[in-house]
């Protein structure tokens, strides 16, 4: 066993040259570098024109946030020393903490900071509503800003804390000052790490060095994004592996220290290898769904739509993708994410009652579908989505549907899903995806149930009534009240269905047994450490 | 002889013009509207005009072929439609895994081939003349990625005697790199193997029949110095023309080992600009291995003055 | 009269079964495998496309001779149907890429102008390895079987005009041609009866080869994700779909990889078989 441990300890050049006899020296310098590997590329470095997840986290080790979020989703401040709000709640004031430093060497300053919430606030929804009700966000000195609001906004700290996409992050006046629309020339942040663009191998490698100049706050215990950022790590580096399998050897072999997310088929044999946790560090995790396109015959028709309601098993879907182990995934997931307070029974017999194809069949025809072609996008180079494709294709070949399944690749589905036209123009009728729980936590930030129209996202939904809903639940003085206002949004979109939601996955992220202090939320590379 | 070398030298020219043909077609072909991809998901249509205007897109293809031709000449391979980045420099950036795997392939497959075609062409007809030569036939049926992951299983997994996956630099030590290329040789190696073990045993028994054997044999030379000495120098012509071949082999085994080990090289790159639709860096590469295949045959070409001083011109 | 160089006499071919057993051994195999492929819906098999994931990743046995994969879907009737796809690959490219080689070299080998524009044209495709060359035009069309019986039947074109055009100019030379067409034959009597009968042995030889390498080239480009529509059960897709489970179910990819090896390998005896019987100066060459 004495092996193992030595494996344990080191990384790809250590285990690699365990056959030949390595010299110490490389050994020593493998405990420094944390390798990692992402669920993707890194395409465009700019958090704020981008939403992908994996610039989210990379945008984590090189930028640094105003507010942190902590496990109880509660802001706290990070790059601020403290801050104020006025008696009549229109001014803010937001103190930054001494000694913040960019990469390269400048002093952060207040202007910075305002220039970069202002660019924020161009792209990200919470952002908008808060520059909407704001006059002024701007610098009185070097360190600090000030927002003057039209009306009070008290979720503030909540909107500058936000981890999912897109973050507040903190660059440098000059570049916050760009166009919001457009990546940044240059990556430099004030975070703990700095990116080494020069090391970069697109779709295969990307490096982080630790930044001397980092301070991390003196208060506060390190939970999500609040709390010291101590990075314990000379090096962080990203390798792309695209083989799940490989992926997943890598780590076994202790090649690699931390995989972001396994295949869920390998996570049994990962959990029987003592060196390697398998732990879930985002409890929301993803929501599997449906979406239709609303402004083309045949799914323009809520009767057909609702008739395929009583065909989706959300098992069958959950157990395709992540197989039987039902830690990883749950069933009978409604409009909102398990877990959050609006999550409810309303309406759910449309999905739980007894599946009956047949009826489902004579459904249909009564809704009046007359086996119209249907154009169903599968991006198969993702599995996930892939297979949702597969299981959605037998199921719809079973109900009569005349199912037209287009393997094409993640791009093209991202093209095309945004095209408005007719499934004969090039446009489309149905596909079906994931979008994050976390996004699903409430009406407010679940975009998927808005029912406003051309303006809604792919699928474009009407639904005046879910509209409704939703201003009277921003309107709400009480949680009992928000909570009887989301059951009948949720009765109300089981009548029109913008989407049919299809499981939750909770997938587990998996990284060797050496490493301790991972944090929850996402991949975080601060406080993390090699045990010794 | 030096006006052949001449000649050979400029009979490339108008093969590449082809190959540069060939892959600007594939391009133009292609369906979907580059522009539309360059320009974005949110992109209007005046955007996408611009786009098209920007990249020359709405000139005549003639002109077109003229100025990426002319950038090409100048290493310019433009840029990539995913992540912006010039075509040349991301092809630059992984020439060395892709070279190395290259290379300790030849190594492996020659290293085995020759021995055993060898063997096979002095033992020709016996039981070991054929269990070589069924390996021979094995070695064509089963593809790159099936002993891929059978090396990968064993090796790695089960044994734990070696890396799974990834690719670490020579300038990291020889201990280092050589563990990483194990693997993607071996299984990369092996239809070469076979290829050239055949193109051995081949040769060689077209050598033997020869009268000069027979007269060495009857001066009474070692078997081996008769094998190594003559009939193995005399046979090296066939065997260098296969390595040719086993070189077209070698490019589309790569794309294949490069994917199932994780090795950050060319190969892998084609893989995802493939998956991505990505057409600059597909041109790029094709023509790239395209012309690193013709330079190789025409080297080949013309080591045989230095081979086979008997060939004349 | 010699006009017939080298055609198989009758008995030549039986002669050669008698005298290679693996010749046999892999006419039996494809025979068996083509039986099983037409026949594949009366051998037990379901619809390979059915999804049934209560029935996920069940390990070969009795009730699923090989077991299902991750959707639930069986793995014995996929790999039959599989059977299909290769050998329609297979046989399809072979003939299109010989005769489409065929054509081209025999007019390269007639005209001298043409002999130019075109051989140059066939360099240049050659001049791209095989796979990359398929792998672009894939790259560049939609995934369907079509495209892929196309993409690498103009990878392997190039190859058999070169081959077709070397026999017919050097048959052009030898004295019966000459002497025929010296007593005034016109030249398609000459192509008809001299020139083609001469160019089928190497080229069956040839075809056979094309098939085993179109079989494999099918595999690799649906495991690289740019061959055949994944929704269609061919090897290459099954082993692609089962190698990122090849730690918990290694049958997903070791049986579709078997029966992809073993038909190759089939083919590949009844080539070299066929170059023995057939083309006496081809078996000394290769």
């Given at each position: 066993m004495k092996r193992r441990t030595f494996l344990a300890s080191g990384a790809a050049v250590a285990a690699g040259t365990a056959v030949l006899g390595a010299p110490a020296i490389v050994r020593a310098q493998a405990t420094r570098v944390l390798r990692f590997s992402p669920e993707a590329d890194v395409v465009?470095?700019?958090?704020?024109?981008t939403p992908s997840w994996q610039t989210r986290d990379h945008a984590f080790l090189v930028y640094d946030t105003l507010f942190g979020l902590d496990d109880q989703y509660r802001p706290q401040p990070q790059m601020l020393e403290g801050y104020n709000v006025s008696n009549d709640g229109l001014t803010w004031t937001l103190t930054l903490r001494d000694g913040l430093r960019f990469h390269d060497n400048e002093p952060v300053r207040a202007q910075d900071a305002a220039a970069s919430i202002r660019r924020w606030g161009i792209r990200d929804s919470f952002g908008q509503a808060l520059m909407a009700a704001a006059n002024e966000v701007a610098?009185?000195?070097?360190?600090t800003v000030t927002v003057r609001l039209k009306?009070?906004?008290?979720m503030l700290p909540d909107a500058l804390a936000?981890?999912?996409?897109y973050p507040c992050m903190v660059m440098p006046e000059r570049l916050a000052k760009?166009?919001?629309?457009k990546a940044v020339p240059e990556i430099i942040g004030s975070g703990p790490y700095r990116f080494v663009q020069s090391e970069r191998v697109p779709g295969a490698r990307l490096v982080y060095e630790r930044f001397a100049g980092y301070v991390p706050r003196k208060q506060g215990t390190p939970a999500v994004s609040a709390g010291p950022k101590v990075a314990h790590f000379d090096r962080v580096e990203w390798s792309i592996i695209q083989d799940t399998a490989t992926a997943a050897a890598a780590l076994q072999r202790g090649e690699?220290?931390?995989?972001?997310t396994p295949h869920a088929d390998l996570i049994p044999v990962l959990r029987k290898n003592k060196n390697i946790e398998v732990r879930?560090?985002?409890?929301t995790g993803v929501v599997a769904y449906m979406r239709f396109?609303?402004?083309?015959?045949p799914f323009n028709n809520a009767a057909i739509r609702r008739a395929l309601l009583g065909a989706v098993t959300q098992s069958d879907y959950m157990i395709a993708i992540?197989?039987?182990?039902?830690t990883l995934w749950r069933d009978r997931v409604g409009y909102f994410v398990p877990?959050?307070?609006?999550?409810?029974?309303?309406?759910m017999e449309k999905l739980t009652s007894k599946r009956d194809l047949a009826k489902v069949r004579k459904d249909l025809a009564a809704a009046g579908y007359k086996g119209e072609r249907v154009v169903m996008l599968v991006a198969v180079d993702i599995p996930y989505l892939k297979i949702m494709g597969e299981v959605t294709a037998d199921l719809f070949k079973r109900i009569g549907i005349n199912v037209d399944y287009q393997a094409i690749d993640w791009t093209t589905v991202v093209q095309r899903r945004i095209r408005m036209d007719p499934a004969e123009q090039g446009g489309w009728n149905l596909f079906c995806i994931y979008d994050s729980g976390y996004n699903q936590l409430?009406?407010?930030?679940?975009?998927?149930?808005?029912?406003?129209?051309?303006?809604?996202?792919?699928?474009?939904p009407s639904s005046p009534r879910i509209e409704e809903l939703r201003e009277a639940w921003f309107q709400a003085a009480t949680l009992e009240e928000q909570k009887t206002i989301a059951r009948r949004i949720q009765v109300q979109a089981f009548e029109d269905v913008p989407y049919i939601p299809l499981g939750q996955s909770v997938p587990p992220t998996a990284y060797r047994r050496?490493?301790?202090?991972?944090?929850?939320?996402?991949?975080?590379?601060?406080?993390v450490r090699r045990a010794t | 002889m030096l006006s052949y070398i001449g000649r050979r030298i400029l009979a490339t020219i108008p093969v590449m013009g082809v190959v540069a043909v060939v892959i600007f077609a594939l391009l133009h072909l292609a369906p979907g509207d580059p522009a539309a991809v360059i320009a974005g998901?949110?992109?209007t249509v005046e955007e996408v005009a611009k786009v098209r205007a920007q990249l020359g897109l709405d000139r005549p293809l003639l002109a077109q072929f003229g100025s990426w031709i002319g950038a090409v000449l100048q290493g310019d391979l433009g840029v990539s439609i995913?992540?912006?980045?010039?075509v040349a420099g991301m092809i630059l950036q992984r020439v060395e895994p892709t070279l190395a795997l290259a290379l300790c392939t030849l190594v492996v497959a020659l290293g085995a081939a020759l021995p055993l075609g060898i063997i096979a062409a002095w033992k020709a007809g016996t039981w070991i003349d054929r269990a070589i030569m069924g390996f021979a036939v094995l070695g064509f049926s089963f593809p790159v990625f099936v002993i891929g992951y059978g090396l990968m299983y064993v090796l790695?997994?089960?044994?734990?005697?070696?890396?799974v996956q990834g690719y670490v630099s020579i300038r990291e030590g020889l201990g280092a790199f050589l563990p990483h290329m194990i693997m993607p040789a071996l299984a990369l190696g092996w239809a070469l193997t076979a290829l050239f073990a055949r193109m051995t045993r081949t040769s060689m028994l077209e050598v033997l029949s020869q009268d000069y054997i027979r007269t060495a044999h009857a001066k009474g030379l070692s078997e081996r110095r008769v094998l190594l000495g003559h009939a193995l120098k005399n046979a090296s012509v066939p065997i260098v023309t296969t390595v040719g071949i086993g070189v077209a082999l070698l490019i589309g085994g790569v794309v294949v080992t490069e994917t199932v080990f994780a090795i950050p090289g060319i190969g892998r790159l084609t893989v995802d600009a493939i998956l991505r639709r990505d057409y600059p860096v597909i041109q790029g590469v094709v023509l790239v291995f395209s012309a690193v295949y013709v330079l190789i045959n025409l080297a080949i070409d013309l080591s045989y003055t230095v081979l086979d001083p008997r060939i004349r011109y | 009269m010699a006009a017939v160089l080298e055609l198989p006499r009758p008995g030549r071919a039986g002669e050669a079964l008698r005298r290679h057993p693996t010749v046999a051994a892999g006419l039996a195999l494809l025979l068996a495998l083509a039986v099983a492929a037409v026949f594949a819906p009366l051998?037990?098999?379901?619809?390979?496309?059915e999804v049934s994931p209560i029935k996920?990743?069940?390990?070969?046995?009795?009730?699923f001779w090989f077991g299902t994969d991750p959707l639930g879907r069986d793995i014995y009737s996929r790999v039959l149907y599989g059977a299909r796809v290769s050998l329609l690959v297979g046989f399809t490219v072979a003939l299109f890429a010989t005769v489409a080689g065929l054509v081209i070299g025999l007019v390269a080998g007639f005209n001298r102008l043409a002999d130019a524009i075109l051989m140059r044209i066939m360099d240049g495709l050659m001049a791209i390895p095989p796979i990359l060359l398929a792998i672009a035009l894939m790259a560049l069309t939609r995934a369907s079987m079509g495209n892929v019986i196309l993409a690498i039947t103009i990878a392997e074109v190039p190859r058999v005009t070169r081959l077709v055009r070397s026999v017919v100019l050097g048959l052009r030379e030898q004295p019966f041609v000459e002497a025929a067409r010296a007593a005034g034959t016109p030249g398609w009597r000459i192509l008809v009866r001299h020139i083609l009968p001469n160019t089928v042995p190497p080229l069956i030889v040839q075809a056979t080869y094309i098939g085993a390498s179109a079989i494999i080239i099918e595999a690799i480009l649906s495991f690289l994700g740019a061959?055949?529509?994944?929704?269609?059960?061919?090897w290459g897709n099954i082993i692609a779909e089962g190698r990122n489970l090849f730690q918990v179910a290694p049958y997903l990819v070791i049986i579709p990889s078997l029966f992809l090896s073993v038909t190759v390998l089939a083919v590949n005896l009844v080539g070299d078989g066929l170059r023995d019987a057939l083309d006496p100066r081809l078996a000394r060459r290769m």
């Open positions: 465009i470095f700019d958090p704020i024109v610098a009185t000195n070097d360190r009306r009070p906004f008290p936000k981890t999912m996409v760009l166009d919001a629309f690699l220290d931390w995989l972001q879930v560090i985002l409890p396109n609303h402004l083309t015959p992540n197989g039987p182990d039902k877990g959050s307070p609006f999550e409810s029974d309303a309406g409430n009406p407010a930030s679940h975009a998927l149930l808005r029912g406003n129209g051309k303006a809604a996202q792919f699928g474009w050496s490493l301790t202090g991972v944090l929850n939320g996402q991949p975080f590379f601060w406080n | 998901d949110h992109a995913y992540n912006r980045q010039p790695a997994l089960r044994l734990e005697l070696l890396p | 051998l037990g098999t379901v619809d390979p496309l996920r990743l069940r390990p070969p046995g009795e009730e061959g055949m529509p994944p929704n269609v059960p061919s």
